[in-house]
């Protein structure tokens, strides 16, 4: 064998018996693929490791409650985030084994952890295999997002020695702060003055295959619910504000929000109604109540994770008005 065969089966039989003390686990890019992905990332946690999660700059508010894991903030540039990861390695170096698990099925991002020096796992797609140490095939059968991301930290975790819990749980679970508790109370009471009402997310960002995500008819049904008394609030982030006053102009507009003080808001409304965007997913950790609209996405794959969601329409079906409000009436 040649001087780098050897050393390489040196190395491998090390990582083989040298046990696993830091997890680096890369997240999703949108908002609703993280919460999506909230299940694996406990059982990445429950393995007792030090856990670092790599993700895009606004998810570091949003995991704020988990006290017990690190941050990374990724610019989506293979080549910083790479530098990122690395310095902080080597600013952290430990007798600890590291490892990286990725979500996400880019090339870039197997690239990004592997010349950052992690051995990683992930599933075999976009021509990346040869970038994993620990490469799995994805599942044949159609699953949700909750499942497929939740096998491949299954399978993962597994062969890294550890013992998982088989399935993910059936319901979304995310620690708040303090703060985020304390800033969707001063919304509430400073400019709802503690009424109850009805929270409507008209927004959705990006199309799917070139498709609007957004129901048609907020406009209409906001109008109608006022016409019945019923408060209607909205608190879309400042990137979407314009959109959200023309598909609702008369839903009253609360102030902007930190993403965790959003979930903690979503709680307090009677009954949230939005789009299958990232508000869905959000909703689905902390809402006592969610309609979900559907037109031209499919709620099997990535539809609201939670037993509470009420979702009316289908893919090319949008739900009328009289359907949205029949079932507002059934849980308010």
């Known amino acids: 064998r040649s001087r780098r065969q050897r050393q390489m089966c040196i190395r491998d039989s090390i990582m083989a018996v040298s046990p696993i003390g830091r997890i680096y686990i890369r997240l999703p890019n949108w908002i609703g693929d993280v919460c999506m992905s909230l299940p694996s990332l406990h059982a990445v946690i429950a393995t007792g490791c030090e856990v670092i999660v790599c993700a895009k700059p606004w998810a570091q508010d949003l995991l704020k409650g988990f006290t017990n894991i690190g941050f990374i903030p990724l610019t989506g540039k293979w080549s910083e985030d790479r530098k990122r990861i690395k310095q902080h390695r080597q600013q952290y170096n430990t007798d600890k084994q590291s490892v990286g698990l990725l979500l996400p099925d880019s090339l870039t991002s197997a690239l990004t952890f592997r010349l950052a020096g992690l051995a990683c796992a992930g599933y075999k797609d976009d021509g990346r295999q040869l970038l994993l140490k620990w490469a799995f095939d994805k599942p044949k059968e159609s699953l949700h997002a909750v499942e497929s991301w939740y096998r491949l930290t299954y399978l993962a975790l597994s062969a890294w020695g550890f013992s998982p819990e088989k399935q993910p749980n059936q319901a979304l679970s995310l620690p708040l702060t303090i703060d985020h508790y304390q800033q969707a109370h001063a919304v509430v009471t400073e400019a709802l003055a503690n009424k109850p009402f009805i929270l409507i997310a008209?927004?959705?960002?990006?199309?799917?295959?070139?498709?609007?995500?957004?129901?048609?008819?907020?406009?209409?049904?906001?109008?109608?619910?006022?016409?019945?008394?019923?408060?209607?609030?909205?608190?879309?982030?400042?990137?979407?504000?314009?959109?959200?006053?023309?598909?609702?102009?008369?839903?009253?507009?609360?102030?902007?929000?930190s993403l965790g003080a959003f979930v903690a808001l979503l709680e307090k409304a009677s009954v949230v109604i939005c789009n299958d965007s990232g508000v869905s997913h959000l909703?689905?950790?902390?809402?006592?109540?969610?309609?979900?609209?559907?037109?031209?996405?499919?709620?099997?794959r990535t539809g609201p994770w939670s037993s509470k969601a009420i979702i009316l329409g289908k893919m090319n079906h949008w739900p009328s008005v009289e359907d949205v409000n029949e079932s507002i009436k059934k849980v308010v």
Request: glycine share 6%; aromatic share 6%; with cysteine.
């Open 202 to 257: 008209p927004t959705a960002t990006g199309k799917h295959h070139g498709r609007e995500k957004v129901w048609p008819f907020f406009d209409t049904l906001t109008k109608k619910l006022q016409s019945e008394g019923f408060t209607v609030a909205m608190c879309p982030p400042p990137n979407e504000k314009e959109m959200a006053l023309q598909n609702a102009p008369t839903a009253q507009l609360l102030p902007p929000v």
């Open 283 to 300: 909703a689905s950790i902390s809402a006592k109540h969610q309609i979900t609209l559907i037109g031209v996405t499919e709620a099997e």
